[in-house]
Nanobody, 124 residues
Framework: QVQLKESGGGLVQPGGSLKLSCVASTPYSFDYYTMGWFRQAPGKDREGVSCISANGQDTNYADSVKGRFTISRDNAKNTVNLEMNGLKPEDTGTYYC????????????????WGQGTQVTVSS
C-alpha cells in the first residue's frame, strides 16, 4: 500500500519561495516509480504540476510553472521535492505527491490513495 506524507507548505507573499517535500512508502522499491506533484485549488479539479522519471533524468512541468518550479528526487531517502520560486496567487492550493505520474502528459491513472497534502497560500 502506498503511503505519502507531504510537507513544506505555508503562507508566502507573491514572489516568494517554498520547498515542498514528500516522503513515500511504496509497495515496490521507490526508484521503480515515476513521481509527480499535483495541486488542487478551491473549487477546481486537481491538476498535474510536475513529474519526474524513476531515475530522475526526465522531468516535465505544467506551462504555468515552467521556469519557476523545480522537481527533484532522492531515491535513497524515498523523497521527491518541489522547489517553488516566484510564487503567484494562482499557485495557491493544496499540493499532493503521487507515484505513477506519466511524465509527458503530467497525468495519473486511477489513483485514490492520496496523502493529506500540504497547503500553499500565496497572498500579500
Amino acid at each position: 500500500q502506498v503511503q505519502l506524507k507531504e510537507s513544506g507548505g505555508g503562507l508566502v507573499q507573491p514572489g516568494g519561495s517554498l520547498k515542498l517535500s514528500c516522503v513515500a512508502s511504496t509497495p515496490y522499491s521507490f526508484d521503480y516509480y515515476t513521481m509527480g506533484w499535483f495541486r488542487q485549488a478551491p473549487g477546481k479539479d486537481r491538476e498535474g504540476v510536475s513529474c519526474i522519471s524513476a531515475n530522475g533524468q526526465d522531468t516535465n512541468y505544467a506551462d504555468s510553472v515552467k521556469g519557476r518550479f523545480t522537481i527533484s528526487r532522492d531515491n535513497a531517502k524515498n523523497t521527491v521535492n518541489l522547489e517553488m520560486n516566484g510564487l503567484k496567487p494562482e499557485d495557491t492550493g493544496t499540493y499532493y505527491c503521487a507515484p505513477g505520474c506519466y511524465v509527458p502528459t503530467l497525468t495519473l491513472g486511477s489513483f485514490t490513495n492520496w496523502g493529506q497534502g500540504t497547503q500553499v497560500t500565496v497572498s500579500s
